[in-house]
């Protein structure tokens, strides 16, 4: 049962924990690496929530580019709209 709309499943928690330790573990302490996200498929016909989180992201059109710091948040962000993106370390 849903308490509010920040309740997560405890799965998910953790899955999105783990994941988002093992892409910061992997990358070195002395250089901050950056990711490359790119937007691969269209927001149309999708939750107000994706479409948000991909303004969020800094993506408004299709095969735009865009480079974050790998942040526990960005990595969050991105897990949610995985199918609408692609993401490569630079």
Same mark, same amino acid.
Not at 34 to 49: F, L, N, W, Y
């Given at each position: *049962?849903?308490?509010? @709309?920040?309740? %997560?499943?405890? $799965?998910? !928690?953790? %899955? %999105?924990? %783990?994941? +988002?330790?093992?892409?910061? @573990?992997? #990358?070195? /302490?002395?250089? *901050? /690496? /950056? #990711?490359?996200?790119?937007?691969?498929? +269209?927001?149309?016909?999708?939750?107000?929530? =994706?479409?948000? +989180?991909? =303004?969020? !992201?800094?993506?408004?059109? *299709?095969?735009?580019?865009?480079?974050?710091?790998?942040?526990?948040?960005?990595?969050? #962000?991105?897990? /949610?709209? $995985?199918? !609408?993106? @692609?993401?490569?370390?630079?």
């Amino acid at each position: *049962m849903r308490l509010n @709309s920040c309740y %997560f499943a405890p $799965k998910t !928690l953790l %899955f %999105f924990l %783990f994941y +988002s330790q093992k892409l910061i @573990s992997n #990358i070195e /302490k002395d250089e *901050m /690496k /950056k #990711i490359k996200i790119t937007q691969v498929k +269209s927001t149309i016909d999708r939750p107000e929530r =994706q479409k948000r +989180s991909m =303004q969020a !992201l800094g993506l408004r059109k *299709m095969h735009q580019t865009v480079e974050h710091n790998p942040t526990p948040q960005i990595l969050g #962000i991105v897990e /949610k709209v $995985k199918h !609408l993106v @692609s993401v490569e370390e630079v």
